[in-house]
C-alpha cells in the first residue's frame, strides 16, 4: 500500500476511535445504529424549506438525517430544534403507533434523509433486538428529560404535559426485555400484531376441546375528530381505556391485542356463535359508558365490531377477511354496534 493509502487508512483509524471517546449526543446515533438504520430505511433527498411532515398528522415513520439539516417547528412560542446530520427525529411514531406529529418538520437546507417505517423498524428488533433496546432506552430518556426541563422552565404543571411524562415513563418501565418490546404494544400493553402471529403459530397446541375459534375486530368511530378536537394525548387515553374493555371481555383462553391505529382484535375461543356475539355486546356496551372528565368538551366515545367464527380449514388471513366485511357493514350503517357474519 502507498504512503497516502496509510495516511487515509490511520486517519479513518483515528475518526473511528475519537467517535467511540465522544459521548453521543441525546439525538446522535452511534456508527452502528446509523449504519442499521440507513441499510434499512428509504432514502430521500428534500429541498431547502421542503416540508417533511406537519403538526397533528399522524405518523408512521421515523427519520435519520444523512446529510444537510431539519427544522422542527413546535409552534405556541416553544423553541424551534435543528437536527443535523447522524442524528434522527420522529421515533414517537414507531414507539407508540399512529401517534400525532407534534411540530412541522422542515429541512433547513438541502439534506438526504433515511425513512425507517413500522414494518422495517419490527424486521430491525426482530434482527438486532438488543441494539434497538437500547436505542430505545436512550431515546425516552432524552424525552423523559426533556419534558422534565420544559415543565421546570414553563414554572407549571401542564396536565398533558404530565400525562406525556407519565406516559413515557410506564413505557419506559414496559421495556424491561427486548422480546417482551417486540411482541407488546406500548400504549395499550395488549399484543401487537407480532405477538398475535406469534400466538396464531402455537394455536394449534393451546386450542381446547370442545371449543372454537372465532374473531371478532375492534374499530373506533370517528377516532380523527377525536384527535382533532380533544388532542392526541386524549386520543391516546382513549385506545387505552378501549384496550382494558376489550381485555375485560376476554375470556382466559382469548388474546386481545392492538392491531395498529385505532384497530383491535379479539381472538377467542367459544362454545358457539353465541357466545362470540356475548363478547362483542359487552365491549360495545362498556365503551359507549365509557366517559372522559379531562376532556374539554363531552366526548362520546363507540366502537364498531364485526366478528365471526373461524374455519379451522383455512387462515389467519381468511379470518380477517370475514370479520373486516361484517365491520365494513357496521361502519357503513354508522357505527356503535356489532355484526357477526354468517
Not at 418538520?105 to 434497538?132: C, I, K, M, Q, Y
Not at 404530565?162 to 411482541?183: G, K, N, P, Y
Not at 378536537?229 to 391485542?257: F, R, S, W
Request: aromatic share 6%; hydrophobic share 40%; with cysteine.
Amino acid at each position: 500500500m502507498s504512503t497516502a493509502g496509510n495516511l487515509k487508512v490511520a486517519a479513518a483509524a483515528e475518526l473511528a476511535l475519537q467517535r467511540a471517546r465522544t459521548p453521543l449526543l441525546p439525538r446522535q446515533l452511534s456508527d452502528a445504529e446509523f449504519r442499521l438504520f440507513s441499510d434499512s430505511g428509504r432514502r430521500r433527498e428534500v429541498l431547502p424549506r421542503e416540508l417533511i411532515f406537519t403538526r397533528g398528522e399522524l405518523g408512521r415513520s421515523m427519520f435519520v438525517v444523512e446529510s444537510g439539516s431539519v427544522q422542527l417547528e413546535f409552534g405556541n412560542g416553544l423553541p424551534e430544534k435543528v437536527i443535523g446530520a447522524r442524528e434522527f427525529f420522529g421515533e414517537l411514531a414507531l414507539f407508540i403507533g399512529n401517534h400525532a406529529r407534534v411540530a412541522n418538520a422542515v429541512a433547513a437546507e438541502s439534506a438526504v434523509l433515511h425513512v425507517v417505517d413500522n414494518g422495517a423498524f419490527e424486521t430491525l428488533l426482530e434482527r438486532e433486538p438488543s441494539l434497538l433496546a437500547h436505542f430505545m432506552r436512550r431515546s425516552f430518556a432524552y424525552l423523559v428529560a426533556s419534558e422534565q426541563q420544559l415543565i421546570a422552565s414553563l414554572k407549571r404543571r401542564n396536565e398533558d404535559l404530565m400525562v406525556t411524562l407519565d406516559s413515557l415513563r410506564q413505557t419506559q418501565t414496559q421495556l424491561s426485555t427486548a422480546e417482551r418490546l417486540i411482541q407488546t404494544d406500548e400504549l395499550t400493553g395488549l399484543c401487537n400484531r407480532r405477538g398475535l402471529y406469534a400466538f396464531l403459530d402455537g394455536l394449534a397446541v393451546q386450542r381446547v376441546a370442545g371449543l372454537k375459534p372465532g374473531l371478532l375486530l375492534v374499530d373506533l368511530d370517528r377516532f380523527k375528530q377525536i384527535n382533532d378536537y380533544c388532542g392526541h394525548l386524549m386520543g391516546d387515553q382513549v385506545l387505552k381505556a378501549i384496550a382494558q374493555e376489550i381485555q375485560n371481555a376476554a375470556g382466559p383462553t382469548d388474546l386481545p391485542c392492538r392491531l395498529g391505529g385505532d384497530e383491535f382484535a379479539l381472538l377467542a375461543q367459544v362454545r358457539d356463535a353465541a357466545e362470540l356475539e356475548a363478547r362483542a355486546s359487552r365491549i360495545v356496551a362498556c365503551v359507549r359508558a365509557l366517559r372522559f372528565p379531562a376532556a374539554q368538551r363531552t366526548l362520546q366515545v363507540t366502537v364498531s365490531i364485526g366478528g365471526s367464527l373461524c374455519d379451522d380449514r383455512t387462515e389467519w388471513s381468511t379470518w380477517y377477511s370475514d370479520a373486516d366485511c361484517t365491520l365494513y357493514e357496521v361502519k357503513g350503517e354508522g357505527g356503535d354496534n356489532y355484526k357477526l357474519g354468517v
